[in-house]
C-alpha cells in the first residue's frame, strides 16, 4: 500500500490537521489502513444488526461483544497489531454474513451500501482500506459532526468493555451503539441532524459511564481517601498499566506468595483506592507517571509489563523491556505475548509472573506518596465539611481539570496553571491529567487536600454526580451557578464521550485544550461556541482570570 494515510482523532494529530505519512502515535500507514477497514466493517455489521434489531428480531450478544472490541482496539494508542487488527476485520465479515443470512431468511431489506455488499477477498482488504476511511465523507462539517460521534463511540465502547467484563451489560447502550452507526452510514443526515445525535451520544455516555461506576463499586466497593507509595520495595514487580480493574484482580491473585509485587502505572493507579485490592500486601504501590513516559520508565522497571487497555507508546527499536511487555483484551503490539481470557473471562498470568521472578527488582526513581480515592461517594461523606468551607468563604472555587495528560510542551500549562491558583481553590480531577499536578505540594484547606482525584478517566462521572450534589446542597436552579469552573486537557476518543456527556448534563464554559480538536470544522466549533461556550486555552494568567 502506498505510503499515506489519515487520521485526525487524537490532540496530537500532525500540525493540529491530520496525520498522513504516519501517526504521531506511532502508527504507521498499514496500521491506519486496518483500523479504517475495521471501522467499515464496523458500520456494516451495525447496519445489518440494528435493521434486525427494527425489524424485531433479537441480535446475539457476540455482536456486541465484537463491536464493542473492534471500536475499543481502534482507539489511540491501543493496538498497533496489523494482524490482530486484520483478524477482527474477518471477524467482522464472518458475522456480517450471517445477520445477513438471518435477514434474508426472514425477507428483511437491508440498506444497499457498501458497508452490506462489499465482500472482497484478503488480498484486496489494503486496496479497499483507502476508500473507507475518514475522508470518504467530503463535506467538511457533515465529516466533523460524524467523526464526533464515532469517537465519542469508541470512548462509550471503552467503557461499556469494563463493565461488561465485570458482568454488567446494558442493551440499550449496546443498541444504541449500533443504531448511531447504522444512521451515519445509510441515512443522509443533515447538520441539525447530526448535532442531535452528538447529544444522544452523551445522553448515552452519562449512563455507561454510571453502568461502569456501579461495575466497579458493587465489585470492588467505593474507592476511599487512599495515600499511595510512589518508591520500591527489594522485591522483583510486575508494572499493569491501563484502566480495566478486572485484570488486576486476576494478577493480585495469582501472584500472591510468589514473593512478586505488583505496581501501577498510568490509568491503573486508581486501583489502589478500591477497598477488594487493599488485603493484597504485595499490591505495594505506583510507579511512574502518565503514559507517555513509559519508554525510560519501563526501562528502569526491569520487570514485566501488562497493558490491559490503550496507551501504550511504541518502544524504541533499542528498547530493553519489549520481550518484557504483554498486551490483553484491545491492545496489540507487533512481537508482544497476546494474554488472552478463558471462558470464564479470566486470564492466566504465569508465564509473566516466571518472567517477573527472574528480574531485578525496580530502579527507585521517586519517593514518597500521593493521595487519591475522592470519587463522589467518598466526597459525599464530606459534603457537610465542604459546604461548610465554600460558605465561610475558605474555598471560593472549585477547578476541575480531568482529562488526559500527553507529551507535547503545551501541556506544561497545567502544572503551572495548578501552580498559579489561589490558595482558596480546589482542584477536582480524573484521568492521568492529574500527573501533571498530583505530586506538588499544594496543602489542603481546612484538612480538604487541594488536588481531590476522584480516580481514571470514566471517573469523571464522580465529578458530575459531585457537581450535581452540590447544586442540591445550595439549593441551585442551575449547575452553571456553581462556583466551579472546567479547564479540561483532552487526549484521545474517551475525553470525547467526557465532554459530550458533560454538554448532556448541560455543562457550560468548558475550556478545552492543549489544542480544540482538529476533527471539529470552523462551522462546528462555532455551534460548540455559541451553545455550550466552549473555549481553547490562552496563557496561564490570562486563564487564572477568567477561571478562578
Known sequence: MENSMFCYQCQEASKGVGCTLKGVCGKNSSTSAAIDLLLFVVR????????????????????NTFVTDALFSTITNANFDDESLLNRVKKGFAIREELKKVALKNNIELPG????????????????????????????????LKELVVYGLKG????????????????????????????????????????????????VGVKVMALLDTANTEKYGNPEITKVNIGVSNKPGILISGHDLHDIEDLLK????????????????????YPAFKKYSHFVGNYGNAWWKQREEFTTFNGPIVFTTNCIVPPLSNASYTERMFTSNSTGYPGCKHITEDKDGHKDYSEVIEIAKRCAAPQQIEEGEIIGGFAHNQVLQLADKVVDAVKSGAI???IVMAGCDGRMKSRDYYSEFAKALPQDCVILTAGCAKYRYNKLSLGDINGIPRVLDAGQCNDSYSLAVIAMKLKEAFQLEDINELPISYNIAWYEQKAVIVLLA???????????????????????????????????????????????
Open 113 to 144: 451500501v457498501d458497508e452490506v455488499l462489499w465482500n472482497g477477498d484478503e488480498e484486496s482488504f489494503m486496496d479497499k482500506a483507502k476508500s473507507v476511511g475518514v475522508l470518504r465523507e467530503k463535506n467538511e462539517d457533515l465529516r466533523s
Open 254 to 273: 495469582q501472584t500472591e506468595g510468589t514473593g512478586v509485587d505488583v505496581y501501577t502505572h498510568g490509568e491503573m493507579l486508581p486501583a489502589h483506592y
Open 502 to 548: 458533560l454538554l448532556y448534563l448541560g455543562v457550560k464554559n468548558i475550556h478545552l485544550g492543549p489544542t480544540l480538536p482538529a476533527f471539529l470544522s470552523p462551522a462546528v466549533v462555532k455551534v460548540l461556541v455559541e451553545n455550550f461556550g466552549i473555549a481553547g486555552i490562552t496563557t496561564v494568567d490570562e486563564d487564572i482570570k477568567k477561571l478562578a
Open 396 to 398: 471560593r472555587k472549585f
Open 156 to 203: 462509550m465502547a471503552a467503557y461499556c468493555e469494563h463493565a461488561a467484563r465485570l458482568g454488567y451489560n446494558d442493551d440499550e447502550v449496546n443498541s444504541f451503539m449500533q443504531s448511531a452507526l447504522n444512521l451515519i452510514t445509510v441515512n443522509n443526515l443533515g447538520a441539525d441532524e447530526l448535532v442531535a445525535l452528538v447529544m444522544k451520544t452523551g445522553e
Open 44 to 63: 456494516g455489521v451495525s447496519v445489518v444488526a440494528d435493521t434486525l434489531r427494527n425489524c424485531g428480531y433479537e441480535v446475539d450478544n457476540s455482536v
